[in-house]
């Protein structure tokens, strides 16, 4: 991923792609101007890479020449564009070929159109490295196009985002990162009160595991039976149900600005597995952020916890404390993993759910 002013954007089209685009260009018009002496007129900026690759392909002879327009102002078309045209070559009853890197509304090339025809040209050609079909809709006929391309904003190979990023050889689109917190700690730290509250300041999802498996346990389903064989002696769920299960409730949100994961991962395969699954959706873990909590507190709340919330994992101490081991022995050591990436941030997970709230939030800003 890059990062052009405020913006993110991800590779799209490699430069062997782009050339690829470029090639089937060329050959259209060489098959039907090679002999034509024709008038490439590129129109600045954006389309100074696919002229120059464009002509270096073309067969015949040829005159080159640049117009200057703009009509984009950020990601924006503004709907009015503005022509300077200050042209040495004089069009009268010359093969025009307007060459455009990309063509989108259209409103570029038909004022252009427009305008180069009082000219009186023998013939007026539009040719464009690529176009989006979705948002073209005028009458005016795009002669020549390298590829079509999906309605998104792209950056490289001449086109910008406020003038930067056209010297990238490949193309790039917009994307938003996504803001994917894995909220740690052992049981009782306060993870699914604080995750609630965060979720809602930041626009993003809340998933804990162990409430996905107590909803099937009180559903009956097929995973709740065998979670809850797990869960009632306070082991951990096998792996592969859970990551399984995990991927599924990821797969529900396809467009969340990102996930707060709350009980997950809790052993070694389940981190690299939602290293995974993030990666096959071109994002990551921003960071592991960790409630940092003493153990008899730990056994104090859970006991206090259990005389209201029905969870039976909470009303017996052997259980508790046999959840706390089993938290040491097996997920702790995530600690390391993320720590190895830069990726840990301690918080202090004593004192009010306030100023908790508060110790988190400095974090999540960060991220
Ligand atoms: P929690 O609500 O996070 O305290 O989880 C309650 C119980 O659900 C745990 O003690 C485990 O038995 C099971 N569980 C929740 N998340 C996981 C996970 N990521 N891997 C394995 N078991 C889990």
Redesign the pocket.
Known sequence: MIQLHDLYFKPFLSFHEIDSAVENLAYQINRDLKDKTPVFLGILNGSYMVLADLTRKFKGDCEIGFLRTSSYSGTASTGEIRLDMELDIDLTDRVVVIVEDIVDSGLTVEALSRKLKIHNPAALYIATLFLKPEVYNRDLKIDYVGQNIENKFVVGYGMDYNNLGRNLPELYVQTKPMKNIVLFGP?GAG??TQAERLKEKYGLVHI????V??YNIKNATELGTL?KS??DK??????E??IKM?NAEVEKHPNAAGFIF??????DA?AKALDELLESKDTQVSGMVALEVDDEILVQRLLERGKSSG?P?DANETVIRD?IK?YYKQTAPLKNYYQAQDKYYGVDGEGSIDEITDRLSAEFDKL
Do not use: H, I, Y
Request: aromatic share 10%; net charge positive; charged share 30%.
């Open positions: 049981p993870k699914g804990s595991t162990g409430d498996f107590r979670a797990f869960m306070g082991n951990l769920v096998p792996d149900v859970t995990l709350d009980g997950f991962p809790r052993t389940q969870r994992d959840r089993v």
